[in-house]
C-alpha cells in the first residue's frame, strides 16, 4: 500500500513564492511507485485548496495553484475538514508542510495538526515556534551556552516612541556593520545591512513591515557555514557547506532568483572543525527539542570560533537550497531524503500514541 502524503504548501506570508518553489522541488522528487500525493495549497488570502492527486510531478508553479472557484473546498476556517476526512479511503497518512515563515513554520500549522492527531514532518509545535522568532531562538541558544553575535531586539511600538532611543541603544550595544532583521521570518525578506546611522532608520522601518518585532545583530567578518541535521531523539549531521555570496550579505534574490551564488559542499574545514560543528549542532537542536530536520548556520571566525547564526526549522528544498545539496554530497538523495523525513514524521507520530493523557 502507497503511504498517502498530504503536501501543503504555499500559505500566507511573505515567503508564499518560497513555499511554491520548494513545494515543485519535491513533486519532481518524490517516489510515485511509493507515495500516493494530495497537493493542498494555501492561497496568499488564507484559502486552503485541495486539489486533484498527482499521479507525476508538477510541471511548473502555476500547476500547483488552485482557485477556490474551480475546486470549492473550503478555506482556512474549514481546513480542518480537508485534512481530517472520516472516510478511511481519504484520510491522509502525513502531512509534508512545506510552508516557510509565518502562519505554516511557526508552530501554528504544527499546532492545528496535533490537535488532528495527524503525521507530520518536520519540527514539532514548539521548535517551530522558538525557531521562527530569532530572538527567542537566541535566547534559548544563550541559555544553553552556544556563543554567537551579540544582538538587541525592538517592539515597533516601543520603536515608535522613541526612536532615538532605540538607534542609540544599537550604535552603543551593537555598532556598524550591523544587521536588521523581522525577528520572525526567513529567507532574507527585509533584512538590512547597515554602517551608517541613516541606513539604519530606513532598515528599522524595512523591517518592521514585515514583523512587530526585529532584532539587530552584530556584523561579523566570518565564512558562513551550514549543516544538515536529521533525526528525532537521536540526530545526524550531513557534510557542511559554505555559503559564499558575491553580494553583501546572502540575500532573498541571491538565495532563490540569482543561482549565481557560490556554494562549497563540502566545505573546506579541519576534521577537527567538522567533528566540532557536528556536535554545536546537535546541541542546538536539542536546545531547541527538535525533530525531523533542521539546517543550522553558523559563523567561522578568523580565530577558528564558530558562533551560532540561526537554525531553519523548515529549510528549503529549491534546486539552490543547501539542505538537500549537503545531503546529497553525504550520500542521501532527493528521494531518500523525502523518505527518511516521512518515515521520522511516522516513529514520532507512533511513540506519542504511547503516551499517557489520563490517570
Known sequence: MKIK??????????????SMQTALAVTKAIDYEKFEIHPIYISEDGQWIKGPQLN???????????SSSALSLGTAGSSPAILNSNSEEERLDVIFPLLHGPNGEDGTVQGMLELLNLP?????????????????????FAQAGLNQVDYVSFIRSEWEKQQEVSYQQVETNIGYPCFVKPANLGSSVGISKCTNRSELEEAFKEAFQFDRKIIVEQGVTARE????????????????GEIVPKKAF???????????????????????????LQELAKKAYKALDCSGLVRADFFLTAKGEFLINEVNTMPGFTPFSMFPLMWKHTGVEYPQLIERL??????????????????
Do not use: W
Open 120 to 140: 507530520y514532518v518536520g519540527n514539532g509545535v514548539l521548535a517551530s515556534a522558538a525557531g521562527m522568532d530569532k530572538v527567542i531562538m537566541k535566547n534559548i
Open 250 to 276: 546572502y540575500d532573498y534574490k541571491a538565495k532563490y532568483e540569482d543561482g549565481d551564488t557560490g556554494l562549497i559542499i563540502p566545505a573546506e574545514i579541519s576534521e577537527a572543525q567538522y567533528i566540532e
Open 56 to 66: 507525476s510531478p508538477a510541471e511548473n508553479v502555476a500547476a500547483l495553484e488552485f
Open 5 to 18: 502524503i498530504g503536501l501543503l504548501y504555499g500559505g500566507k506570508s511573505a515567503e508564499h513564492k518560497v
Open 342 to 359: 516521512v518515515q521520522l514524521a511516522i516513529d514520532r507520530h507512533e511513540k506519542k500514541q504511547k503516551i499517557k493523557y489520563t490517570f
Open 225 to 240: 557555514i551550514e549543516i544538515g541535521v536529521l533525526g528525532n531523539d537521536e540526530a545526524e549531521c550531513s557534510v557542511p
